[in-house]
């Protein structure tokens, strides 16, 4: 069975903290993607990688960035946290290939202060 | 730009109705669709997919879908709801760039 472990059920974090979002995957899956999900808003884009050390913006980069030194690993960083950013984090990886779903991490709560 | 639109924002049923929530989506090439389901307290999981072949599909806990190509639609059903099925639910396309593209999502209610 495909794991994705996020580090952090939840988070607490003050305004203007840098935050680290870890996820692990073990399976061995190419793609990564990071996404926040907003009541109403469903699950939307932040980034995703197809390689070590690739990563391409999603639909709402701004505020974000990423990492993938190792394939099994890409986190997520928030360089400087705003309240806006309060929202469920959501991990996914997934082989190469359109007939693939996605398999999510558990998602990390964050709520900034 | 390409969308995936879910109608129902909250559907409240008692248990044995019958369910059907609506999805559209807009892009007009190959498509891959998929529906999740996450329980409460739980993290996102396939519920079924729909890549080539029968446009009705099944898939895990009784609920199927139908993809119609003609009207963008991939809507998921369910004939006899069950309390367990409360949870929300979101309809997903994957376009031949790999790229995913979610609904809002619908959240179930199920009266016991």
Not at chain 1, 61 to 90: C, D, H, W
Not at chain 2, 4 to 28: D, K, M, P, R, T
Not at chain 2, 95 to 109: A, D, E, Q, V
């Amino acid at each position: 069975d495909v794991k994705v472990t996020q580090s952090s059920r939840y988070l607490v974090k003050r305004t203007g903290e840098k935050v680290f979002l870890e996820c692990v995957q073990d399976m061995d899956h190419e793609n990564m993607f990071w996404y926040r999900q907003d009541p109403g808003l469903g699950l939307r884009l932040i980034y995703f990688s197809y390689d070590v050390k690739m990563k391409e913006k999603g639909d709402i980069p701004e505020g974000y960035s990423v990492s993938r030194e190792k394939k099994e690993r890409f986190s997520l960083i928030l360089e400087s946290a705003s309240t806006n950013q309060t929202s469920m984090y959501l991990c996914a990886s997934s082989p190469p290939g359109q007939i693939y779903g996605y398999t999510f991490g558990s998602g990390t709560r964050l709520t900034v202060v | 730009a390409q969308s995936v639109s879910q109608h129902n924002h909250h559907v409240i049923l008692s248990e044995a109705a019958s369910l059907e929530l609506g999805c559209n989506y807009s892009y007009g090439g190959t498509v891959n669709l998929f529906w999740y389901v996450q329980y409460p307290g739980q993290h996102l999981q396939l519920l079924l997919k729909y890549f080539s072949g029968d446009p009705l599909v099944k898939g895990i806990k009784g609920f199927e879908a139908e993809f119609i190509k003609s009207k963008f639609s991939f809507n998921l059903r369910k004939p006899s709801v069950q309390w367990s099925d409360t949870a929300e639910y979101f309809c997903a396309v994957k376009n031949n760039f790999n790229k995913f593209y979610f609904g809002s999502g619908t959240k179930l209610n199920v009266k016991p």
